[in-house]
């Protein structure tokens, strides 16, 4: 048997990343001016704009063609690979990689396991999608297609290639993360039973807010980006900031009181840190005001850096679960190493530590103190 590996499969995505000096919200949609000078409005089917919300067009094809950005691989299992492999680097303990993909390969991904040190393995079953990332000072614009099609059956080679995958190596650990498949999510996660790995879930609205519910919360670590859980709770997404936080903790608790086997749920806040839990507790992790306001102006100047950061945390959270043992480590602490590996990997150079974090225990009066220190 080989090395000690992660396997992280999900939907790859064709990036275009594209520059934007503003990106002004209408009501049909939004108004970005482009580094040139030039303007173009988009209609999006789901208005209004929210900064980092998945949002869609009918026809990403031509939309890529009327706004050419720079062609990247991306979606939520490349990006957590290229992560667990900038981990790779500075770890002690070395380890493989593995990504399953259900769609069909391309040399923007080739180019980038190679890089990497990937093993990327592709079902096929459909072609990859494009999406267009538009960065703005303080804004990102995620825009995909319309929803693809579903793949309600795992096809026999694939199955195959995962049921060979337990003789291969050794997984130690296996990342669902962006899936939009039910059957393949079903399909991975026996492997992984079988392989005795641990499972870590990034769920979207793509799959059935029941299904994971059922399959997830209820099975593994999950990862979950704010925007995300209050869409699949059916939420309404723009609201303030700390309304959004407080809702989207309502929800957290919610989740947290029915599963059946006690699972750690991470929730990304986008500037505001993330909300950690386990059993009964939620613990706020946020940076300190002064060096949050650094960190915020370092990515501003690195346009459109902190678009992949909930795959980075995703994947850091994956490794420190997966490698230091629980009884040494809290949730809260798992969420502080992940916030500091999210900060220098979307491009903050400065030495970060756990001083630079405040971690408070989220209590009935938590919100209203929220709000008097960040005023």
């Known amino acids: 048997m080989n090395d000690i ?48 919300k998945k949002h869609t067009v009918h026809n990403i094809e031509r939309l890529i063609e009327r706004i050419e950005g720079e062609v990247q691989a991306g979606g939520g299992a490349y990006n957590s690979a290229r992560s667990l492999d900038r981990i790779r680097e500075h770890a002690a303990i070395k380890f493989g990689i593995y990504t399953v993909d259900v769609s069909s390969p391309h040399p923007a991904i080739d180019a980038m396991a190679g890089q990497h040190d990937i093993k990327a393995y592709f079902a096929g079953l459909r072609s990859i999608p494009n999406r267009l990332v538009v960065s703005g000072q303080h804004e990102v614009l995620n825009i995909g297609g319309t929803s693809l099609e579903r793949i309600t059956e795992v096809d026999s080679q694939t199955a195959r290639h995962l049921d060979q995958l337990p003789s291969m190596v050794d997984v130690k650990s296996c990342l669902i993360t962006s899936a939009k498949d039910e059957a393949y999510v079903l399909k991975v996660k026996e492997i992984a039973l079988l392989s005795k790995a641990a499972l870590f879930f990034v769920p979207t609205p793509s799959l059935s807010y029941a299904f994971v519910k059922k399959e997830m919360f209820n099975r593994g670590t999950v990862i979950v980006s704010w925007n995300d859980i209050l869409e699949l709770d059916g939420t309404e997404t723009d609201m303030p900031d700390l309304e959004k936080i407080e809702h989207t903790h ?15 749920i991470y929730v990304t806040l986008g500037p505001y840190g993330a909300l950690c839990g386990f059993k009964d507790d939620v613990y706020h992790i946020m940076l300190h005001k002064d060096i949050a306001l650094d960190v915020r102006g370092a ?77």
């Open 5 to 52: 590996s992660f396997l992280v499969f999900g939907n790859g995505a064709i990036d275009h990343h594209v520059q934007a000096t503003s990106i002004e919200p209408t009501d049909t949609g939004v108004s970005i001016t482009l580094e040139s000078g030039e303007r173009k409005f988009i209609a999006l089917d789901d208005t209004p704009f929210v900064s980092g």
């Open 299 to 375: 990515f501003e100047k690195r346009v459109g850096s902190s678009n992949a950061a909930g795959d980075h945390f995703a994947a850091s959270v994956m490794f420190f679960e997966t490698f230091v043992p629980r009884l040494m480590l809290d949730v809260a602490s798992v969420g502080k190493m992940a916030c500091k590996h999210v900060i220098g990997a979307v491009g903050y150079s400065r030495p970060i530590n756990s001083a630079n974090f405040s971690n408070q225990l989220v209590t009935m009066d938590y919100f209203k103190r929220l709000a008097e220190a960040t005023k």
């Open 250 to 264: 309502k929800i957290m608790r919610e989740i947290m009181r029915s599963q059946h086997d006690k699972h750690n």
